[in-house]
Antibody, heavy 119, light 106 residues
Framework: QVQLVQSGGEVRKPGASVKVSCQAS????????MHWVRQAPGQGLEWVGIINPRGGSTSYAQKFQGRVTMISDTSTSTVYMELSSLRSEDTAVYYC????????????WGQGSLVTVSS | DIQMTQSPSTLSASVGDRVTITCRAS??????LAWYQQKPGKAPKLLIYKASSLESGVPSRFSGSGSGTEFTLTISSLQPDDFATYYC????????FGQGTKVESK
């Protein structure tokens, strides 16, 4: 069965960087796109970006351009999202989510990784 | 950017009620709309895609309709497991979510 297993929670100080992982199993890793979505405490869902694990091409929401980097490791079926220059407003649960195509909905989600930014 | 607006933000209902949630897009998105259910502390779960297609394993009491800019999610007979927050999402131009509709017990 399809599973997306994310890394654990992280605490960072303002200005630092954080890297979150999402390991996929139960399907052909390079046949699906992966998105990252975040949810601040008590708030809605916000799209961060997308990566095509086959080739590694990416597209990021304008809000995060210059601060976010997504990479894929096909040897371990893992995608990573790194967010830099963290501020308190980046405190959120970060989810990875699978999509069947470059313009598609999200059919499977990871369990979420809480990133807390606090001095 | 395409904006998605859901209404209402909160809905109070009882088990057995018919529940309808509306989602409006700021421009036409054809039928490129999905609905998700999220429970506290959990990841969202896909319910409906392509505006009206029911995801495998999702109970048939859930249905979706609409195209262009106006969409609805209907729960024909609300069950105890359905109290949750529901989000619409457009995937026509990048990806945008509505602000969510919390379905709570009356």
């Amino acid at each position: 069965q399809v599973q997306l297993v994310q890394s654990g929670g992280e605490v960072r100080k303002p200005g630092a960087s954080v890297k979150v992982s999402c390991q996929a199993s139960g399907y052909t890793f390079t046949s699906y796109y992966m998105h990252w979505v975040r949810q601040a405490p008590g708030q809605g869902l916000e799209w961060v970006g997308i990566i095509n694990p086959r080739g590694g091409s990416t597209s990021y929401a304008q809000k995060f351009q210059g601060r976010v980097t997504m990479i894929s490791d096909t040897s371990t079926s893992t995608v990573y999202m790194e967010l830099s220059s963290l501020r308190s407003e980046d405190t959120a649960v970060y989810y990875c989510a699978r999509a069947g195509g470059p313009r598609d909905y999200f059919d499977y989600w990871g369990q979420g990784s809480l990133v807390t930014v606090s001095s | 950017d395409i904006q998605m607006t859901q209404s209402p933000s909160t809905l109070s209902a009882s088990v057995g009620d018919r529940v309808t949630i509306t989602c409006r897009a700021s421009q036409s998105i054809s039928s490129r709309l999905a609905w998700y259910q999220q429970k506290p502390g959990k990841a969202p779960k896909l319910l409906i895609y392509k505006a009206s297609s029911l995801e495998s394993g999702v109970p048939s009491r859930f249905s979706g309709s609409g195209s262009g800019t106006e969409f609805t999610l209907t729960i024909s007979s609300l069950q105890p497991d359905d109290f949750a927050t529901y989000y619409c999402q457009q995937y026509d131009s990048y990806w945008t979510f509505g602000q969510g509709t919390k379905v709570e017990s009356k």
